[in-house]
T-cell receptor, first 115, second 115 residues
């Protein structure tokens, strides 16, 4: 199994600012993902964080808005840039030790509120 | 692209009654299918998964699901509900894209258990 530490656990931010969320895993993992869970909704995949190269973004998400870094096999960051109230959501880091995603492990999430 | 449909955003059962949460998927390739559970104020965790082999899979806490290819379904059941089963349940399918495997989640079903 993998233990994921995500921080901050929550934050309240002003419109127009940026927040960087960190995800640290206690072991090397194959894949790292960033999801968004808006209030009362399901998880939406933002991007796959690739080690040493640019992240792979899903439709509707762009690097300028959600820059992602993954400098090694245990750490990744997601930045939410130029925030607006619509960005208020829970952001989740997820990892798998299998290339076929047979089991995902999730961090406890970052609850972001944008005023 | 693969997709997941969960029928019913809310399901309410009495304690001791059968739990049935419905999930249908679309896939152009043999799918990997999952049920994840999110207890209040906790992160998501894997309940059970189907990859290959036996189509009836058993998970934690007495839950099981059956993969029915002809019906493209993966419904989750539990013979007797317990109060502690109250949670949000997500059906998911593993999809292979440009960045490798990624997991797509359904909209979720919130299970309420009445005493």
């Amino acid at each position: 199994s993998a233990v994921i530490s995500q921080k901050p656990s929550r934050d309240i931010c002003q419109r127009g600012t940026s927040l960087t969320i960190q995800c640290q895993v206690d072991s090397q993992v194959t894949m790292m993902f960033w999801y968004r869970q808006q209030p009362g909704q399901s998880l939406t995949l933002i991007a796959t964080a690739n080690q040493g190269s640019e992240a792979t973004y899903e439709s509707g998400f762009v690097i300028d808005k959600f820059p992602i870094s993954r400098p090694n096999l245990t750490f990744s960051t997601l930045t939410v840039s130029n925030m607006s109230p619509e960005d208020s959501s829970i952001y989740l880091c997820s990892v798998t030790q299998s290339a076929s995603n047979e089991k995902l492990f999730f961090g406890s999430g970052t609850q972001l509120s944008v005023l | 692209a693969q997709s997941v449909t969960q029928l019913g955003s809310h399901v309410s059962v009495s304690e001791g009654a059968l739990v049935l949460l419905r999930c249908n998927y679309s896939s152009s390739v043999p799918p990997y299918l999952f049920w994840y559970v999110q207890y209040p104020n906790q992160g998501l965790q894997l309940l059970l998964k189907y990859t290959t082999g036996a189509t009836l899979v058993k998970g934690i806490n007495g839950f099981e699901a059956e993969f029915k290819k002809s019906e493209t379904s993966f419904h989750l059941t539990k013979p007797s509900a317990h109060m502690s089963d109250a949670a949000e349940y997500f059906c998911a399918v593993s999809d292979f894209g440009a960045g490798g495997f990624k997991t797509i989640f359904g909209a979720g079903t919130r299970l309420f258990v009445k005493a």
